[in-house]
């Protein structure tokens, strides 16, 4: 069976898009600095954040909108019902992110080849019912290629915790475990062998929204790792301005992972698409969040801690690792 | 100059896209009516109104998603700055048509030529600041083609107008002038002799906000035109279960129009991407709303009137007139 690469010697592929070169990266960069600009209402969260929060009369409405492209993060052979599924799921993911519950989503559609419109729309409706949830609105246009979007909008019972509220001390955690996507998306490219449960949580992610919900008033930073654990972990540590230390050997891996890859971590902490909960909280809840973790079936694992300080330190039983030269998928806001 | 096409002798061009075929259009009505099955929460009025409404507490949330996609919606070599003006006004045309104060939107963006993002990300700060309106948020992605998405939310102070309340008995009202737009992309096209203000129209449309607002308590059925006055009056009169009896010499033509098209009214009637305000209201609304014209600046001319009955029915100077084989743009939701 084909191993994953060895930490340091290849870099982990992306999500299937081809890797840009540091030019586009920076003029995107860019770009979305400009966007950055545009973003004056403090609603908006300065784009820094996994959604934005609308304070409509006593209540917090949270607001996403992600897109997926054919190509660039689905397979053009994969099931149109499972498209649906993951563009559903990478915008709950966002909400589940903030603590909010899903209220409704609007969908921006490109249409195509007839049989696999209906077999999208049949998904979509699947992935609707599996989250209690109703189509609101959108559009459906002609265009030259698909690009799929979605809105999603969630409902907040409380606060919404952001990506910046970490401080040094607190602890932190992720729920689940890490790298089965990437792994599942390997498998789907003939890199490593089948693995119906990793090609699973490629094409199927389940956005952790009761986790989320009951999360937000627990923790003092909470993101979706949607793009990598390091380069998200590395996210809400500048967000936050403090340092991260996170302990390699603490990542959690799952059985099909390790069957797959063996202890490869630096490919599981730099594929994305988990889907998984990333969150700082202070150490004086460590009993709620494992009473939590019992309740909801769902590990939460201490993989670090906020410190003083800035950036992303790894350690593998407790020696110093370089950090790889890619902590992630770069592409996006 | 060359005229715009007789009455009936051939088919006013669509807004670029290239006409479907039959089989296209019955495909792309029977995907919409499996989303339809999907707007199960009254929010979506089952996606036959311009907007979502949400109600959250006392206050009523209007969400729309609108697309627009190169060579379909706009031209390759329309201005970027262009193009972001447009895809904030179509949607904030569809809160005017609800009686929403736009608070904010959420952009979906695909990377392309980094100078055409540049002046599109000028473009927007520019729309947006035009409309006092901040981005909350979005997505940017690598994509094989140029599909912009723009989520718009909306406050609306009211009860939010559908298009479905319109009575027989009422007087049926357009804003502005109509047929500006189409026949600015013909000049775009070389068509009609170039003219700045027919071409500003078709670039630059001004959604009808304040109108939009202060109409929301006197109508009682109200939509935005996009898609061709013709079709859209269509639209209102199969939504209310009415039909409409509409005057084709009574549609408000600008001079510019006027001066490239003479009085080729089909023509007028059937072009899209007018973004003014079709809206039915009661007969003793008429000395309210022509004050309200009045302080606006802006014309509301009465163009027909709902009836018992099904359908659209056409007369010119008191004569019937048969439809056109094509009422507007049929694409889309």
């Not at 709950?92 to 419109?117: C, H, I, M, N, Q």
């Not at 979706?224 to 809400?236: M, P, T």
Request: glycine share 10%; with cysteine.
């Amino acid at each position: 069976m084909p191993k994953c690469p060895s930490p340091m010697l290849r870099m982990v592929p992306l999500p299937i898009a081809s890797r840009q070169g540091e030019k586009a990266v920076s003029t995107e960069s860019a770009f979305i600095d400009s966007l950055r600009a545009l973003a004056t209402d403090p609603a908006a969260r300065g784009l820094l954040d996994d959604a934005a929060v609308l304070e409509v009369g006593d209540e917090r409405l949270v607001l996403t909108h992600d897109m997926i492209a054919e190509g660039v993060h689905y397979l053009p052979d994969d099931p149109p019902a499972d498209v649906a599924w993951k563009l559903v799921a990478v915008n709950l993911s966002d909400l589940a992110a903030k603590g909010a519950r899903p209220v409704g989503v609007l969908l921006g559609f490109t249409l195509g080849e007839a049989e696999w419109d209906r077999a999208f729309a049949q998904g979509l409706g699947a992935a609707l019912a599996a989250f209690r949830l109703s189509l609101l609105g959108g559009d459906t246009v002609a265009a030259p290629a698909r690009v799929l979007g979605l809105t999603a909008i969630g409902r907040a019972a409380g606060p919404v915790p952001s990506r910046s509220g970490a401080k040094p001390g607190d602890l932190l955690w992720v729920s689940g475990t890490i790298g089965d996507a990437g792994a599942g998306l390997k498998a789907l490219r003939g890199e490593l062998a089948p693995s119906s449960a990793l090609i699973e949580r490629y094409r199927n992610p389940r956005p952790r929204l009761e986790a989320g919900e009951r999360l937000a008033p627990l923790v003092s930073a909470m993101m979706d790792v949607s793009d990598g654990l390091l380069i998200d972990a590395h996210r809400l540590a500048t967000a936050s301005a403090c340092g991260i230390d996170l302990a390699l050997d603490s990542v959690p891996l799952s059985e099909a992972y390790l069957a797959a890859c063996g202890e490869d971590r630096i490919a599981a902490v730099t594929a994305g698409d988990d889907y998984e909960l990333l969150f700082a909280a202070a150490p004086d809840t460590v009993p709620a969040l494992l009473a939590l973790a019992e309740q909801l079936g769902l590990p939460f694992t201490r993989i670090g801690a906020c410190v003083q300080g800035a950036g992303l330190m790894l350690s593998d039983h407790g020696a110093p690792v370089p950090l790889p030269p890619s902590l992630g998928f770069e592409h996006g806001t």
